[in-house]
């Protein structure tokens, strides 16, 4: 996934690039003023989102070129105490959402990844279309399914104030699992974890769906931060009794799962991103704590943009 940042030189910008880079997002492209946007924008092959910063745009120049040659492409801006007086003007003129310094590298790759999938998700969606909502090959509900109804849910909640939880979850080293045994075997395994998932969810309204690439979302509707933790612990050991060999795993002798949790009251002060988001984030925490296992994240706040 490549991204483009617009950032001016010096250690700022070093560290957000080795942050992307660390998180998968490659190539990095940068442009260090409003002036060089034009260029970069006219080869966007391959593009999947655009970081930038306040600092160089507090008249929003870029953000209306990059808006007007691409209106559909995730662009976030990154914001400081100083800047952060243009935010409401940023994301009026079409800005997906903001990431504040100083940076925290998980949550930078989580808010990239929630708005990549949501563009894709856009740009696969007609407006006449009535889209499948099942993957073929786990038969769980797919991404763009879950997505629906995690927004229906956002919104019932919403109305009647009951929490929601999220998990995000993904194979333990999916791909090696994939490179040693073959995408057959992989496939399988894919089948079986899915299985797993659906039967250790009790409650109807309960989703599960394989987002892909050993990648699954459990949404849990009206379900407390208490509640969500015994699922998710639920869900890790399932998958741990299967006992599926996986001798290209670092974590141990069979196939693992990470997850990630978030939990939220649907309201006007939180918004769906922020939940994907946190989730996501808690995900990455839990594959650097060293895999098999859950986290769970409160939403942070920045306190002076009460």
């Not at 699954?216 to 699922?231: I, P, Q, R």
Request: charged share 20%; proline share 5%.
């Amino acid at each position: 996934m490549s991204v483009l940042v617009l950032q001016g030189n010096g250690a700022e910008r070093d560290h957000l690039i080795s942050s992307l880079e660390m998180h998968g997002f490659q190539p990095v492209r940068t442009v260090s003023a409003v002036s060089g946007l034009a260029s970069e924008l006219a080869d966007r092959e391959g593009l999947s989102a655009i970081l930038v910063d306040l600092a160089l745009d507090q008249d929003l120049t870029a953000c209306q070129q990059i808006r007007a040659t691409d209106p559909t492409i995730p662009l976030l801006v990154i914001f400081d105490e100083c800047s952060a007086a243009h935010l409401e003007e940023a994301l009026a003129v079409g800005a997906s959402g903001c990431v504040p310094e100083p940076l925290n590298p998980l949550e930078l790759a989580a808010k990239l990844r929630a708005a990549i999938r949501q563009h894709r998700f856009i740009l696969h969606t007609e407006p006449e279309e009535i889209p499948s909502s099942s993957d073929p090959l786990t038969h769980l509900a797919n991404d763009r399914c879950f997505q629906l109804n995690l927004g229906r849910a956002w919104r019932r909640d919403t109305r009647s104030r009951a929490p929601i939880s999220l998990i995000v979850l993904n194979i333990d080293h999916f791909s090696g699992f994939n490179q040693l045994y073959g995408r057959c075997a992989g496939d399988d395994c894919l089948r079986r974890i899915a299985g797993t998932i659906q039967s250790a969810l009790y409650r109807p309204d309960d989703l599960a769906a394989h987002r892909g690439s050993g990648e699954f979302a459990v949404l849990l509707s009206c379900t407390d931060h208490a509640g969500a933790l015994v699922v998710a612990e639920r869900l890790r050991g399932r998958v741990m009794d299967l006992a599926i060999p996986h001798g290209a795993s670092s974590v141990g002798p069979n196939v693992s799962i990470s997850l990630g949790v978030a939990t939220a009251i649907p309201g006007s002060d939180q918004a769906l991103d922020d939940l994907v988001a946190t989730a996501e984030r808690a995900l990455s925490q839990a594959k650097l704590r060293g895999r098999n296992q859950f986290v769970a994240l409160e939403e942070e706040r920045v306190t002076w943009l009460a």
